[in-house]
């Protein structure tokens, strides 16, 4: 029991830690100016790469990515995985450094609506009453915010599709979180030395050229990349789904509060309901997930209580 216990305390620990990373990479990529967007994505994605072939030496990893490599059913989604994380980065990044910060929590405090859409229409999935309310709330929530910035929320949607797919792609794979990593930044690895090359042919390279700090915090999107990812990993083994289902809400909330304070967005009365409902519907959400994993716990706590009478 006390191992158990143990675990448990690491692991929230381990998302904690996460979780909070993730809300605070606001912070970060305005550091990298004067690098384009697409710039830091590209760094991102290389330095990434040699940050994990550290780790897949450190760990003795190699064996198992290189069998990745030579399994067409693994590199199928893998590769999948490996477009719809750019997506994603790309879109995070930029709408960081472009005034989007607010709009981006958005994203993620959407992602679990998005997720639980995703297995309706992929897999199929029946959803429970609270489920479908949130999921409404969610729809109603995009409409007063489209109406209100004139536009749908491209960058929240964005945010939230592709991650939502991400996280199913890497659900379907089930491997470890350093080889995954591993295999989808050397996929993507070649586009990006590409693209870099191109900037420094049409001398725009900020890499080299714009400090040695730029440089170095270029550099270092692989570090703040990996690391997260890693403790998420640690964590993902040691928590419940439903702990897990909380913690996530860390990240978002700590970049909508970034977004108010420090990068100094605004909240319109119509962007404040849209991100009320959104709200109201997460609490609904967590609210069927607690209730439902209660019910589920249920049986086996009366099977139990029931063996140890007979005994």
């Known amino acids: 029991m006390a191992a158990t216990n143990t675990d448990s305390k690491s692991g929230l ?3 904690s830690a996460a979780y909070l990373c993730w809300g605070f990479f606001p912070l970060y990529w305005p550091l990298l100016n004067p690098a384009t967007a697409y710039e830091v994505l590209a760094h991102r994605i290389v330095w990434t790469l040699v940050f994990c072939v550290g780790l897949l030496t450190l760990a003795r990893k190699w064996g198992a ?18 477009a719809v994380i750019t997506v994603n980065w790309g879109m995070f990044i930029w709408g960081v450094t472009n005034g989007h910060v607010i709009e981006t ?7 679990p609506l998005m997720t639980v859409l995703l297995g309706v229409f992929v897999l199929g999935e029946q959803l429970r009453r609270l489920q479908w309310l949130a999921v409404a709330l969610g729809a109603i929530a995009v409409v007063v915010l489209t109406v209100e910035l004139g536009r749908p929320p491209w960058v929240a949607l964005t945010l939230a599709t592709s991650f939502a797919a991400y996280g199913f792609l890497k659900k379907r794979a089930n491997l470890g979180t350093i080889e995954a990593l591993s295999v989808e930044t050397t996929i993507l690895t070649p586009f990006a030395l590409a693209y870099l090359t191109l900037l420094g042919f049409g001398g725009t390279l900020a890499f080299g ?3 040695v700090l730029t440089s170095v915090l270029l550099m270092g999107t692989g570090v703040v990349t990996a690391i997260p990812l890693l403790m998420f990993g640690a964590a993902a083994v040691r928590l419940s789904l439903t ?6 809400y860390l990240g978002p ?3 909508f509060v970034f977004g ?4 100094g967005e605004t909240m319109s ?3 404040w309901v849209g991100f009320v409902i959104v709200w109201t519907a997460l609490v609904i959400f967590s609210l069927d997930a607690w209730q439902t994993r209660r019910r589920s716990r249920r049986p086996v706590a009366d099977e139990a209580a029931a063996d140890s009478t007979a005994i």
């Open 243 to 248: 702990t897990i289902g909380m913690l996530q």
């Open 105 to 111: 929590s958005l994203g993620y405090f959407i992602n």
């Open 260 to 263: 108010l304070t420090i990068f």
């Open 13 to 15: 620990l381990f998302g």
């Open 65 to 82: 990515y290189r069998a990745i490599l030579r399994r067409r059913d693994l590199m199928v989604p893998l590769a999948f995985a490996s």
């Open 209 to 211: 050229h714009a400090g």
């Open 269 to 271: 009365p119509a962007r």
């Open 253 to 255: 909330i700590l970049q």
